[in-house]
């Protein structure tokens, strides 16, 4: 284990050094004033440093370091999800509820490995309670709005990306005590691909993918992207469970459903008539902004490795 | 009071002052957006949407250390200090100059408080509505304190702050916030033009005021 992990590490230093001296050289060639694209180049490569470092540390802390990190993303990202969209001020208890109940409860659950409960725990039973609370409240304007709203709120931000740290729960035969190492797959893979998509797109990009939804979007940085970020999951293959080629499969699925989700965060976005869903990043936007590919492909990954992979 | 108590008492206001500021981040991660002025430690009176107790802690998070030493929000006096344990927190803990609203005595008018406050080199954060606003009407009108306060001391700038969302935060009636993302808009200073009449000014700053709102469509 601490072979693989040294291994990724000084990959991961690798690449970000690499990517610090390229945009160094292109940022000291460039006429001054400099382009906004290299200045939010270098913005982005410096947080990634910060979020590597913060991975590594949580990394290090195991499996307290995960489930506490990734409640923390929840609750970040369902801070700027509810943000966004419509509230009343009959909500307030609703609200309150998934800040301070469904988070804690479904990251408790994780930590119990309570699978029975923890995979409908959200879709059925907060769906069910939550729209009943604002019904108790009597306020019906924009109901169905509100509610729908609020439900999609937590079943993303709080219900897909507790899917990450409940990758530690499953037992892979042979894998043991090794599932840290299934998170980093995943993320390496799908945020890895996001990189390589604005990287295929900057350098490749012509024909837009879904121009009302995402003008950055581009098949070519679709194309690019995935398939490289295939290629990438074949080569760290040895940091799991899976042959070269199954994880080059899983990388596939797991990027394409990041893309759709990277799609979907834009539509929302479109729809409420914003660019970015925060702020707390520099360069990325918000916590979603980085997060909307990674929660669309865990549940995914998550279901693949829990059917082929454990007994 | 002895040396050593007054010690402890600064020392209580720097931690309630920093701890609020934090607490304010962790919550709403409020960001300042400076459109039209910058931070400064010249004096100023912020005025700003009053739609939340929590308005001043958002507002004053967003200032520096040092400015956020000598500035002192403007609180109702016949709520704040109604209790011994109420006037502790508004006046000793967050430094409020407290007013009252129905004032009879002169010692009372609350121009002169705040003036007396200015004099001292210090800055305010007023909330010219006068309440909490509860309508549906984005802002309600502006009382006169702002203007009475300007023709007096024309040196002090007026800087208006949109403060957004605090309202579904910590609606009135409420005492837990949820923890939705602020911002808080610093606009252009405000002056009185020459010859403006009061109602004209108040107007003014009202309209200055609301045209701060990022998103005006959807203030709900």
Not at chain 1, 74 to 83: G, K, M, P, Q, W
Not at chain 1, 87 to 97: M, Y
Request: with cysteine; glycine share 6%; aromatic share 12%.
């Amino acid at each position: 284990m601490r072979h693989d992990i040294s291994i990724l590490i000084i990959g991961l230093l690798v690449v970000l050094t690499t990517a610090s001296i390229v945009a160094a050289i292109l940022s000291a060639r460039a006429p001054k004033p400099l382009s906004s694209t290299l200045v939010n180049l270098t913005q982005r490569i410096n947080a990634w440093w910060v979020m590597v470092a913060l991975m590594t540390v949580a990394f290090f802390f195991g499996r307290y370091g995960m489930t506490i990190l990734f409640a923390l993303i929840s609750f970040a990202s369902l801070r700027e999800f509810v943000t966004l969209t419509h509230t009343s001020r009959s909500d307030h208890w609703v609200l309150l509820g998934m800040f301070g109940i469904i988070i804690p409860f479904q990251y408790w659950l994780v930590w119990t490995a309570w699978y029975g409960l923890f995979v409908i725990f959200i879709p059925v039973y907060c769906f069910l309670l939550m729209p009943a609370i604002t019904a108790l409240h009597g306020d019906t304007e924009r109901f169905l709005e509100r509610i729908a709203a609020q439900q999609w709120a937590v079943m993303i931000s709080v219900y897909c990306v507790s899917h990450v740290p409940a990758l530690l729960t499953l037992d892979v035969p042979g894998f043991e005590g090794r599932n840290l190492l299934l998170i980093a797959f995943l993320i390496i893979v799908v945020q890895g691909s996001d990189v390589l998509q604005y990287i295929f797109g900057k350098l490749f990009g012509k024909h837009r993918f879904s121009p009302t939804v995402s003008p950055s979007k581009t098949w070519e940085g679709l194309i690019g992207g995935v398939v490289s970020a295939s290629l990438l999951g074949a080569l760290l293959s040895f940091v799991t469970p899976f042959s070269p080629l199954q994880a080059a499969c899983v990388a596939f699925v797991a990027c394409s459903m990041g893309f759709l989700g990277g799609l979907v965060a834009s539509a929302i976005k479109r729809d409420q008539g914003v660019k970015d869903w925060g702020h707390l990043i520099e360069g990325h936007g918000g916590m979603m902004d980085r997060t909307d590919s990674l929660v669309f492909a865990a549940p995914i990954f998550f279901h693949i490795v829990r059917y082929f992979w454990t007994v | 009071m002895s040396k050593l108590a007054l010690k402890t008492f600064t020392l209580l206001q720097t931690v309630t002052s920093v701890g609020l500021s934090a607490l304010a981040w962790v919550v709403t991660g409020v960001r300042p957006i400076w459109n039209g002025s910058l931070p400064s430690d010249r004096q100023r009176i912020y005025f700003a949407n009053h739609t939340s107790h929590g308005d001043f802690i958002l507002l004053s998070a967003c200032l520096s250390e040092k400015e956020r030493a000598i500035t002192h929000a403007v609180a109702a006096g016949e709520y704040w200090g109604r209790s011994r344990l109420r006037r502790f927190i508004a006046q000793d803990m967050l430094s409020s100059v407290l007013i009252n609203r129905q004032w009879t005595k002169p010692e009372e008018n609350p121009v002169e408080i705040m003036l007396s406050v200015l004099d001292q080199g210090h800055s305010l954060i007023l909330f010219p509505e006068g309440t909490r606003n509860m309508t549906e009407e984005p802002l309600l009108p502006f009382r006169s304190g702002l203007y009475n306060l300007t023709m007096a001391r024309p040196e002090v700038e007026l800087i208006p702050c949109w403060i957004e969302n605090m309202s579904r935060v910590l609606p009135k009636g409420q005492f837990l916030p949820v923890p939705l993302l602020c911002r808080v808009v610093f606009g252009a200073p405000v002056t009185v033009a020459p010859g403006e009449e009061r109602r004209a000014f108040l107007d003014r700053a009202h309209a200055t005021l609301l045209a701060l709102n990022p998103r005006p469509e959807r203030d709900d």
